[in-house]
């Protein structure tokens, strides 16, 4: 069947506002970050609104023998969201709504266009914390997320996206509309099918609701960061840190030529007296977290910094952290990725 026929069925079962033919917008949905992947202009763009939108544009394009792709806010690295020749792009970014909070039973039912920042603000209200944390959560979505089965800064303490993810609402490739896993603590009869939806960017079928797992509201986090002449010193002081027995709530690094390009693009102040700057956390509380603190600090010392200190200021480590989840697009920023 041609273009037309496939655009003249979407538009009969859409609200008019959701598709667009423009080139001009098509080229701004037709790849993530990937700056290496292949990409083509799709013939159209769904932004829909509903689950049963999703399954109406999947069972059109089922008719016409046409590809799916799905996308978020396009800040993957893989190019897992880029479009092929002739797909129908769908991008879930008007589906982000946070359905449900739920103290009782520590998890949120949230749709798939929800910012991973907003539903952390959105959950600490009620005294609870979503802890995967991608270095683009201030604007990446839960449901990119669940699709890359993204990391994040804490994730050696907390694990990964997959970690929280109890049950979803599917598209299928067969256009059904069904949903997986469970709301309880416990559910381990018979197959785990979320667990296999998760990471596989959206091959396997399109996410429309999300249920997550939600941990208590932890204490407010110690930052030590450390200078290092090189990347040799800094990953001997991350074994320090292992052979110590600590289990950081945060361990990153970021090399000089990164904090050039942040400070160049955000004006923050930042030192780049070092060749690479590494960061840790730790988030036990009370006395117990001191100690951990100053042992890594130690760690941090007994792996060749060349200066390493505690920071006693929320808001200087917050930064330093910031300027983390900044690298990579401020070096693509500059050409440098």
Known sequence: MSESALLADLAAVLPADRL???PDVLEGYAHDDAEWAEWSLPTCLVRPRTPEEVQLVVQACLRHDTAVVARGAGTGLSGGANAVTGCVVISLERMDAVLEVDELERLAVVQPGVVNDHLRARVADHGLWYPPDPASSPWSTIGGNVA???????????GVTGDYVLGLQVVTGTGELVRLGRRTAKGVAGYDLTSLLVGSEGTLGIVTEITVRLRPKRPPEQTIAGFFDSLTAAG?????????????????????NCLRAVDDWKSMGLADEAAVVLLGRVDTPGAAGDAEAAAMLAAFERGGATWADRSTDEAEGEALFAARRLAYPALERLGRC
């Open 148 to 158: 890359t089965n993204a990391g994040g800064v804490c994730c050696v303490k907390y």
């Open 20 to 22: 667009t033919t423009d």
């Open 236 to 256: 001997e002081a991350v074994r320090e840190v292992a052979a110590a027995g600590l289990t950081p709530s945060a361990l990153e690094l970021i090399d000089r």
